[in-house]
Nanobody, 116 residues
């Protein structure tokens, strides 16, 4: 089993910054990637960014150049630095961890609200 604990959400004005953290505990063997997804009211959950154990990062087009994902393998923690935030970034952000072969774990979610 894997437990994912998120922190760092909150309310910020447009143009501001927030940093999300997600610490994973429990199973470590076979982890492929960790990342962030988000879900806005009335919309489907969507990928924000993921990063593999080797450090390869993938971003949604909507956040490229504004968000940066990073991970500390020793701490089993992934971070999402969000800059130049826009009202359309408002959503619940969920931490995700993917394991071989096809196991996925999710955090409880943290609210990010960007006011205009």
């Amino acid at each position: 089993q894997v437990q994912l604990v998120e922190s760092g959400g909150g309310l910020v004005q447009a143009g501001g910054s927030l940093r999300l953290s997600c610490a994973a505990s429990g199973r470590r063997v076979g982890m492929k990637s960790m990342g962030w997804y988000r879900q806005a009211p009335g919309k489907q959950r969507e990928l924000v960014a993921t990063i593999t154990s080797g450090g390869t990062a993938i971003y949604a087009d909507s956040v490229k150049g504004r968000f940066t994902i990073s991970r500390d393998n020793a701490k089993n923690t992934v971070y999402l630095q969000m800059n130049s935030l826009k009202p359309e970034d408002t959503a619940v952000y969920y931490c995700n961890a993917d394991f071989i072969p096809n196991d996925a774990y999710w955090g409880q979610g943290t609210q990010v609200t960007v006011s205009s």
